[in-house]
């Protein structure tokens, strides 16, 4: 099985535009995430110490812009985890309209349909789209992109 289902894609313009909102948002957290990475690094090699001349090193402000970071992450993750709700609910209402213009659509016959299939199907089943959609994708770009930025940097820090 596929990580990402091209039917899904090319059958719901939602999850098109959830997938593009889902990268942004992800190279977004990515960078925060690295900076965040970068500052605390900053501030752990710059401890307050005595340094050679005697004197205390001062770390508040890189301590500052870590929670700074912090906070920008927690937004963005919480914009895209609305965003995400959001186009999955949007993703399944595509879905079931689809669903019900081939059920009654010309050419459907309805000896053949089972009620209670299609009802598990219309309810249980597209509902069961939501951790999917939601959470399952971002969690497969970020996945990707974390890595490879994360593998960019250090080699670019120190070859």
Known sequence: MKPLDPRLVRTTRAVRVHLAVTVVCG?????????????VARAVARAPVLDAAGTWT???GVVTLV?????????????????????AAAVKSQLRRRL?????????????????????????GLDALDDYIARYLPQLVLAVLVPIAVLILVLDADW
Do not use: F, M
């Open 27 to 39: 190279l977004a957290l990515t960078g925060l995430i690295l900076l965040q990475a970068w500052l």
């Open 58 to 60: 001062d770390v508040g």
């Open 67 to 87: 929670g700074v970071v912090a906070l920008a992450r927690a937004a963005l993750a919480y914009g895209a985890e609305t965003a995400a709700l959001r186009s």
């Open 100 to 124: 019900v213009a081939h059920v009654t659509g010309p050419g459907a016959d309805p000896a053949t349909l089972d009620p209670g299939e299609l009802a598990t199907l219309t309810t249980r």
